[in-house]
Structure formats: C-alpha cells, structure tokens
C-alpha cells in the first residue's frame, strides 16, 4: 500500500517562493516516476513537472525557470521548490507517484496573493 503526504503550501506574497514536500510509505518509491500537478477552481488538472527514477525531469511551460523538482530516495521524497510565484500559480498541488498505477496525496493549497 502506497500512501503520500504532501506538506509546504501556505499563503504567499507574488515574487515569494515556496518548497512542497511529498513523504511516500512503501518500499517502491525509488522505482517510480513521481510527479506534481495542480488544480486550480474551475480548472483541469494540469501536470506542472515529473522526475524519473533516474532523474529526468519535465515541466509545463509555464513553471519553466522558476520552479525545480527534486528527489530523495534515501528519504521517499519528492520535492518541488517554486520562486518567483505568481498569483496564476494559486492551486491545490498534488503529488502523483507512478508505478503500474497512479496512487495521489490529498493534495495542499498554494495560494499567492497580496
């Protein structure tokens, strides 16, 4: 059973920065492509950047440049620090772990805004 837990969102000034966490139970995190997404109200939601288990990473277009993803399997995390936000990054962000299947956190809320 594979459960995950994202942490780090909060209320941020345009221009701050944030770093997301997502913790992984399990024993099959270091074999499998995690990745984050957002849903923002009213809207799809939308990839925002992957990380393979050898660490190639991908990301929307739109976070290109400010926003990083990372991992530690030592740890079972997955991370993604985001500067320079903007107030069209305000979503509840999700963190997906891949592995013959999907399995998703509850999600935790970005919001920026001054």
């Known amino acids: 059973q594979v459960q995950l837990v994202e942490s780090g969102g909060g209320l941020v000034q345009p221009g701050g920065s944030l770093r997301l966490s997502c913790a992984a139970s399990g024993s099959i995190f270091s074999v499998s492509t995690m990745g984050w997404y957002r849903q923002a109200p009213g809207k799809p939601r939308e990839l925002v950047a992957t990380?393979?288990?050898?660490?190639?990473?991908n990301y929307a277009d739109s976070v290109k440049g400010r926003f990083t993803v990372s991992r530690d399997n030592a740890k079972n995390t997955v991370y993604l620090q985001m500067n320079s936000l903007k107030p069209d990054d305000t979503a509840v962000y999700y963190c997906?772990?891949?592995?013959?299947?999907?399995?998703w956190g509850q999600g935790t809320q970005v919001t920026v805004s001054s």
């Open positions: 990380i393979s288990t050898g660490g190639n990473t």
């Open positions: 997906k772990l891949f592995r013959f299947r999907d399995y």
